[in-house]
């Protein structure tokens, strides 16, 4: 499935239905009265969330959805139906923004979740409606209410309890692939990974989402590599996942790259719990190992985890650590990381 986090869409409610004038004509029965009946509400637009999404890639192909409009009264008091609503299905997470890009109108975050954001015209009354004691044949009705046009954009912010950061290459899918069923395509160049993707990972007979995310480069938050527009996506993250490639130069150095990218990037970013793991440590030295550590240690100031994913490493202690952040923020309890 393509991946699209984005979308621009125009949503028009319906209109309400006309009133009708009719009155009542039957043989020997003179004077029948007024028998206009009422028009039908006109369709609404809203938003939902729902299970088993996770692009807004439909969106690219249709951008237009418009409710019906409510039936016309008709004579014999017979109001008009109300028009259909239209229910456009988005993932989990995903944000309703006016066309400004900047006002929200609403935040889906759970399934079934759903935010009106046209409401259909009323209908207009029928003459019926206007009949009194000093007039008895009204001929007049209401016509149905106009409804609403707007563009609204959609944004997606995958919720995910901890996202892999990283620069390009450190082994952030490798990682994902390693410790979920999710199959993300690995491979020893940079930028291999274009969109995130989320996997579902089992410990200790828990589970907690991770996302994957593109590499950042210096100079993401200026659109160098892929830009930083994905970071939106650890945004509602509890914890970071910061892998730091043991084969690089200086782990250091790679790892306040990305933290300046983080800084850069502004949302709180750099306030949230970060666990910093030196990966590859199969395809390292103890030396190199030891001096790697010590390296990311002084950049970081707490001591990183060491993982391998592909002999398993390390891997099991990397998740408890994330497990254990996850918890604790999950109950809003202060959280101490390790010094
Ligand atoms: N030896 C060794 N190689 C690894 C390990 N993890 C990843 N690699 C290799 O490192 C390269 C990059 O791995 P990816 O998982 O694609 O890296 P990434 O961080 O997702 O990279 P981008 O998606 O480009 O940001 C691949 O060739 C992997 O096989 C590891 O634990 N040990
Ligand atoms: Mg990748």
Redesign the pocket.
């Known amino acids: 499935m393509k991946f699209l986090d984005e979308a621009k869409v125009y949503v028009a409610s319906g209109a309400g239905g006309n009133g009708c004038i009719s009155f009542r004509r039957e043989k020997f029965i003179e004077f029948g009265g007024p028998n206009g009946g009422d028009g039908g509400k006109g369709g609404d637009v809203a938003v939902e969330a729902v299970n088993g999404l996770n692009t807004l890639i439909d969106y690219r192909y249709q951008q237009h959805f418009k409710a019906q409009r409510g039936g016309n009264g008709m004579g014999k008091d017979r109001a008009g139906a109300n028009g259909k609503d239209v229910v456009l299905k988005v993932p989990i997470g995903t944000q309703i923004y006016e066309e400004d890009g900047e006002t929200l109108i609403a935040d889906l975050t759970e399934v079934g979740q759903r935010a009106t954001i046209a409401r259909g015209g009323n209908g207009g009354f029928g003459n019926t409606h206007f009949k009194s004691s000093t007039n008895r044949a009204p001929r007049h009705a209401n016509p149905g209410q106009p409804g609403e046009e707007r563009t609204i954009r959609l944004r997606l912010k995958l919720i995910a309890d901890a996202g892999l950061i990283?620069?390009?290459?450190?082994?952030?899918?490798?990682?994902l692939?390693a410790v979920s069923a999710a199959k993300?395509?690995?491979?020893?160049?940079?930028?291999?990974?274009l969109h995130p993707q989320l996997g579902v990972v089992e410990v200790d007979g828990r589970e907690f989402v991770l996302a994957?995310l593109?590499?950042l480069i210096e100079g993401a938050h200026e659109g160098t590599g892929l830009g930083d527009r994905f970071l939106g996506h650890t945004e509602r993250c509890r914890v970071l996942l910061h892998?730091i490639d043991g084969a690089s130069e200086d782990a250091g150095a790679s790892y306040k790259i990305v933290r300046r990218e983080l800084e850069a990037y502004g949302h709180d970013l750099t306030d949230k719990p970060e666990i910093v793991v030196l990966?590859?440590?199969?395809?390292l030295t103890k030396e190199a190992i030891r001096t790697q550590t010590a390296k990311l240690k002084k950049a970081c100031k707490k001591t990183p985890l060491v993982?391998?994913?592909?002999?398993g490493e390390g891997v099991p202690e990397v998740l408890r650590a994330l497990l254990k952040v996850i918890d604790a923020t999950r109950e809003g309890a202060e959280i101490k990381e390790d010094a």
């Not at 993300?184 to 990974?193: C, G, V």
């Not at 990966?279 to 395809?283: G, L």
């Open positions: 990283g620069l390009p290459n450190a082994g952030k899918s490798t990682f692939a993300p395509k690995i491979a020893d160049y940079p930028f291999t990974t994957d593109p590499g892998l990966s590859k440590a199969d395809a993982v391998s994913a592909h002999s």
